[in-house]
C-alpha cells in the first residue's frame, strides 16, 4: 500500500481536498480518483504534451508533476477552460480553423495556447509555433493549429462569445 | 524498476516532507535514504523507465524560498538552485552577465519542461548532455553544497567541473543539498555561442553540444573557453583546444588545429542518438563551424 497524503489545492476554481499516493502524478489523479478525463496520457515522460495543464498560470506536463506537489497551488485542466468564458475565443478558434483532426493531442494545444495567449499576447507564428515545441500531433495538423491561436489571439473579444 | 535479471527492485516511498527551510532540509538529509525532488522533469520520468529509483523518503524542496532567485552577492552573481530553466532564459541579470547560459537555456526541451525545470535539477542529474551544463562549464561556475551536522549547518563550495564526476554521479554526498550557483561578474562584451545537435530543435537530448566564450581583439580571440557536450561521461571543457586557440589569428590553420586537439580531448561513446565515429564528425564540424562564425562575427 502506497503510503497516502492529504493535499488541498484549487482545480478550475473549486478548493479540493484529497489523499493522493505520494508517488501519484497529476496526470493519474485527474484521470483517476477526479474522472477530469479530458486530460490525455500520450507518452508519460514529458514528450508530448498531450497532458498539458497550468499550474499556478505555468503550462507543465501533467504526466510528470507529482499530486503532492501541487499542494496549495491552483490547476486548470481542460475541462476549466471549456467552462472559462475569458477562453471562448479560443476554442472558437480551434473551431473555425479546423484545428482539430483525431482530437487526442487537442485538450494539451487548447492548454498551451491559453499559456501563450496569457504570457505573450500579440506573439506571431513564429512565436507560436516555438511555443507548441512541447505538443505532438501525429496526425501532422500543426499549421491550423497555429493558425487557431494566432486568430485567438487576434479577434476582439467581443465577438469572441460562444 | 526491473533489473537485467528480472528482480524487481521499486522503492516505496515510506515518507514525504515539504520542508520550508534549508535548515530542516538538511536535517532530513541528514537521517539517509533520501531522494531530493524540485522540478521532478528528470526524478519522475527516470521512476517510469526504469532508470532511477525513489528512496524511502521524499524531500520536496520546492517550498525554501532560500534557493530562489538571482543576484548579485559579493562580487559574485549568485542563482538559485530552484531558478527554472523558463526564469533562467529571461532574467535580466543573467542576460548582462551570462548570456550564454540564457541562449542555452533558450534551447532547452519544450516550454512546460522549461517551466518545471531548475537549474539545480539540471546540474545535480549531471547528464554528459545537459543542456546548462555546457554555459556552466564555458563560465567557471561554482556550486555551494550545504549539509547539517548536530543542528549547525556548514557549506562548501566547488567548482562545478569537479563537482561532475560521471553520469548521474557528482560530489554531493547524500546529506549535502545544493543550495547556491555562483557564477564570476563579467560585465565585458564577449562571443558566446551555444550550439546543440539534435534530430529536432525541440525535445531533443544534444547528440553533440558547443559552446564558445571569448573576448575578440581584432582577428584574434583572448580568453578563449570551449566546452563540449555529450562526447565524454562529463561535458568537458577542451583546454587543449583553448590553448591552440588563445591570442592567436583565427585563421583556418588555427581553427584545423584546435578542431584537432579538440578531437584528442574527447571520448565519445556509441548509443541510440549516434555513434562515437558521428559524434565526432559532429564536433569536427560544429567547432569548425562557430570558429568561422567567430571570426566573420
Known sequence: MPLLHEIGFVLNGSPIRLSVPVTMTVLEMLRGPLNLTGTKYGCGEGECGACTVLVDGLSLNACILLAVECDGREITSIEGLAADPAAAGLRRAFVEAGAVQCGFCTPGMVVQGKYLLDTRPGADRAAIARGLEGNLCRCTGYRKVVDAIERAGTTPAEVADD | ?297
Not at chain 2, 68 to 85: C, F, I, K
Open chain 2, 1 to 297: 524498476m526491473h533489473n537485467s535479471d528480472g528482480s524487481n527492485t521499486a522503492v516505496t516511498v515510506r515518507a514525504y516532507h515539504a520542508p520550508q527551510s534549508v535548515s530542516a532540509a538538511t536535517a532530513l538529509l541528514a537521517q539517509g535514504e533520501t531522494a531530493v525532488i524540485a522540478g521532478g522533469t528528470d526524478l519522475v520520468p527516470q521512476q517510469r523507465t526504469g532508470s532511477g529509483t525513489w528512496q524511502p523518503v521524499l524531500v520536496s524542496i520546492r517550498r525554501i524560498k532560500a534557493l530562489r532567485g538571482v543576484r548579485e552577492q559579493a562580487g559574485q552573481l549568485w542563482l538559485g538552485p530552484l531558478t527554472t530553466v523558463s526564469e533562467l532564459s529571461c532574467d535580466p541579470l543573467i542576460a548582462r552577465y551570462a548570456p550564454v547560459l540564457a541562449r542555452a537555456a533558450d534551447c532547452f526541451a519544450s516550454s512546460q519542461i522549461r517551466n518545471a525545470a531548475t537549474l539545480g535539477g539540471n546540474i545535480c542529474n549531471a547528464s554528459p548532455a545537459g543542456d546548462l551544463l555546457v554555459p556552466l562549464m564555458l563560465l567557471d561556475a561554482e556550486v555551494e553544497l550545504s549539509c547539517s551536522r548536530d543542528g549547525v549547518i556548514s557549506m562548501r563550495c566547488l567548482p562545478i567541473e569537479e563537482f561532475l564526476v560521471g553520469p548521474g554521479s557528482t560530489q554531493r554526498q547524500p546529506a549535502e543539498l545544493l543550495t547556491g550557483i555562483r557564477l564570476p561578474l563579467v560585465d565585458a562584451a564577449r562571443i558566446f555561442v551555444f550550439e546543440k545537435f539534435g534530430t529536432r530543435p525541440a525535445l531533443d537530448i544534444a547528440t553533440v553540444s558547443v559552446g564558445l566564450l571569448a573576448v575578440a581583439a581584432g582577428d584574434c580571440l583572448q580568453q578563449v573557453r570551449v566546452a563540449l557536450g555529450a562526447v565524454a561521461p562529463v561535458v568537458l571543457r577542451a583546454r587543449a583546444a583553448e590553448a591552440v586557440l588563445e591570442g592567436r589569428r583565427l585563421d583556418n590553420e588555427a581553427i584545423t588545429a584546435a578542431v584537432a586537439a579538440a578531437l584528442a580531448e574527447i571520448n565519445p561513446i556509441d548509443d541510440v542518438r549516434a555513434s562515437g565515429w558521428y559524434r565526432s564528425e559532429l564536433v569536427c564540424n560544429l567547432l569548425t563551424r562557430v570558429l568561422r562564425n567567430a571570426v566573420a562575427a
